[in-house]
């Protein structure tokens, strides 16, 4: 067991993981957990032979992958969540790990605002709604957020307080929003961002998709808004 779990939620990434999986590797010592959210590839295959452990989580949902994945963590007291379409870069998970293993940090954000975004990788409807929810927050709770992206690590002591309950794209805002209403130690840290190496987005592919992960994010934002924060 390491200190580190890198979580890799995945829905029919074969073509990715294999690679993605190398360079998490090669980057940092950690436990990889590939959670296979009900594909119909070869993504569990990918993930095996690439020395991931497997977790299969059917109920569909990017939450429901998350939680899975942090379950089967045990022994490790960082939690790295990385996106299976290659995306995100493992090389950037030091960044994201530093300021919690130094003390600096419990939540710790890759903003791809500060940092960069490759053409192609997000579309402009994206990009305006991740800007629309990243104000809304910072309006709400009296943050600095500049992006509401999936790719940050967490100290799993605080994450194991929140008492997570979005189990759709809303997960890293409710992350967010619950960790900055507990008085939690939230760094953001520049990364980059690119066009998946195969397959397709479930999220900017489509204006649908585009819509409902919007929705979710906004309306985590102004859930838990007011009221109890565990609610």
Known sequence: ???????????????????????????????????????????ADEAIRAGAQLIQEPRRGYGYACAAGVAASEGSEILVFLDGDFSSLPSEIPALVNPIQSGEADLVQGSRVLGHIAAGAMPVQQRFGNWIASRLMNFLYGSRITDLGPFRAIRKSLLSTLNMREMTFGWPTEMTVKAQRRGARIKEVPVSFHPRQAGHSKISSTLRGTILAGWYIMGVTLRYAWGSWDD
Do not use: H, K, Q
């Not at 995945?10 to 294999?18: D, I, R, V």
């Open 1 to 43: 067991m390491s200190e580190i779990a890198v979580i890799i939620p995945a829905l029919n990434e074969a073509g990715n993981l294999f690679r993605l999986i190398g360079e998490v590797r090669s980057t940092v010592n950690a436990d990889i957990i590939v959670v296979d959210n009900g594909s119909t590839d070869e993504t």
